[in-house]
């Protein structure tokens, strides 16, 4: 492994600024390493080596004309492919449209342009983000560089095998009830999901628009909050983009300071349920901010209890309305069976062709939950339960600053483990979902190795919304009680892939 795809987002940044390396020299060995690796892990589902490397000479074409648009100018990254990007392929992970080049960028991708971030390529995903281990994917499973015998996480588990991998420096995910955190949590990795609005879901390939939110995959606390700072931000495309910028997460990053700070442990996800070795991983969290000044509170969110039946009721009513589109009419794959078949056979014909297992099933549970006499004893329910967890939420910060929890009930089970067990699959969110059906900011930080499997765990920060700065504060303070163990990054232990 060479010393350029082992370091961080913000140390190749300085290679970049400082002229000791350049972007052309960064990308191509991330670019040799993910063409030889790649095939291992499956993270990526599509990259070209000339296109990546013409961005990178326009960076330093920039920089040797005294342009340097952005502190992480010349950094390439990778990003999730349910995001639009009009020179590569965007699959959202599924059949229904392999090959299809979209006609715009995604906000998030026009402005990782603007920042002058080349673009590795797009990683792999759970079919339109459904999913929590990256399995049902149309194109197959990613694999944890830890054990590429396990589950890398979902719905982005393409971002999250990447960044553990060293296939790329920095990711973009998307998240929906954990989709970014609890790969972080999965593979040793660092995930945020900023504040519903805080960074523009146009040209996110909706899966449930009012729990849809894109942020980082990195591997430190750093890389996430300049990440965040360059894709975050008003857009008008974009209905729901809150009006005005959250500030410097890099700034927050800085002023971290455990004087003063209120931790809240949430009882109903700190005891039962979880693997012994993750807990263990939890408690000594606990036991660290504690000895380091912070003060530990107990806090009641009774309403969790029924997040997870909330959030699967929610998600497939939305996913039911947003898929409506893949119809064999406007784009995407078209199936047309035998003889002289009308337009509803021909959509019939498509979507049972282009739609794997898991897409199918929400979209029946959705529809279903949405039909004349059930909307009110379902959907309208989940949402009162949204509500509640709202509510709950809003007393628990008025008793301290941030919330941990543990990001996942496990750590990276084997892939095919739970595949054909969909309870046990929902359940691996039960700790991110509540972030999503409230609007609020979380983020995972590796927190240890669990003492069964020797695999990761993360630990889970809530914030109140709008208050990502104190979510990365935090979150940086953790990281650093871990630091005399592993160094910046839990990911510099991931076996060395070329070996497996």
């Known amino acids: 492994m060479t010393d350029i795809t082992s370091s961080s987002a913000a140390i190749l940044a300085g290679l970049i600024s400082s002229k000791k390396a350049s972007s052309v020299e960064i990308t191509t060995a991330f670019l040799d390493r993910l063409e030889k690796l790649n095939p291992k892990t499956n993270s990526y589902l599509y990259f070209n080596r000339e296109n990546s490397l013409a961005q990178a000479k326009r ?10 648009v952005s502190p992480l100018h010349g950094v390439p990254i990778a990003v999730k492919d349910n995001l639009t990007t009009t020179d590569a392929p965007t699959t959202a992970g599924s059949k229904i449209l392999e090959g299809w080049v979209p006609q715009y960028d995604a906000t998030v991708v026009r402005k990782l342009r603007e920042a002058s971030m080349p673009i590795l390529g797009k990683t792999n995903l759970d079919e339109f983000a459904m999913g929590s281990s990256t399995e049902f994917s149309a194109y197959g499973p990613s694999k944890n560089p830890w054990d590429l015998s396990r589950i890398p996480g979902g719905s982005g588990g393409g971002s999250s095998s990447a960044i553990a991998g060293h296939l790329a420096p920095l990711a973009i995910g998307s998240d929906t009830g954990g989709s970014i955190r609890f790969p972080a949590a999965m593979t040793g990795s660092v995930g945020a999901k900023p504040t519903y609005g805080a960074v523009s879901r146009y040209g996110l390939i909706a899966l ?74 939890f408690d000594d969290t606990i036991e660290k901010l504690a000895a380091a000044g912070a003060e530990i509170v107990e806090v009641d969110c009774p309403s969790f209890e029924y997040a997870v039946a909330a959030y699967y009721l929610i998600l497939p009513a939305e996913a039911s309305s947003n898929l409506a589109k893949f119809d064999s009419v406007r784009f995407g794959l078209r199936v047309t069976p035998d003889g002289n078949p009308t337009i509803e056979n021909v959509m019939a014909a498509t979507r049972e062709q282009g739609f794997g297992p898991e897409v199918k099933r929400r979209i029946i549970l959705g529809t279903y939950a949405l039909s004349s006499g059930y909307y009110d004893a379902y959907y309208g329910s989940a949402q009162k339960v949204r509500t509640l967890i709202q509510q709950d939420l809003a007393k628990a910060f008025t008793q301290a600053d941030v919330l941990l929890t543990p990001t996942a009930p496990t750590t990276a089970f084997k892939i095919g483990e739970k595949v054909n067990d969909p309870l046990a699959m929902y359940l691996n969110d039960i700790a991110t979902i509540p972030a999503n059906l409230a609007g609020i900011p979380g983020i995972s930080v590796p927190n240890g190795l669990a003492s069964e499997d020797g695999l990761p765990s993360g630990v889970q920060i809530l914030a109140p919304a709008m208050q990502d700065g104190q979510m990365y504060r935090v979150a940086s303070i953790v990281e650093k009680l871990y630091m005399d163990q592993w160094g910046a990054s839990l990911i510099a232990r991931v076996p060395d892939l070329e070996a497996l």
């Open 59 to 68: 960076a330093d074409q920039q920089l040797a004309e005294g342009k340097t």
């Open 208 to 281: 449930a628009s009012s729990l849809d939110q894109i942020g980082p995959v990195t591997n430190n606390v750093m890389d996430a909050a300049m990440l965040q700072d360059v894709i975050g931000g008003h857009d008008p495309h974009d209905s729901t983009s809150l009006p005005n910028g959250l500030g410097s997460m890099v700034q927050s990053v800085k002023e971290a300071d455990v004087k003063g700070l209120k931790v809240g442990v949430v009882k109903q996800l700190s005891s039962d349920g979880f693997q012994p070795g993750v807990k263990a991983c």
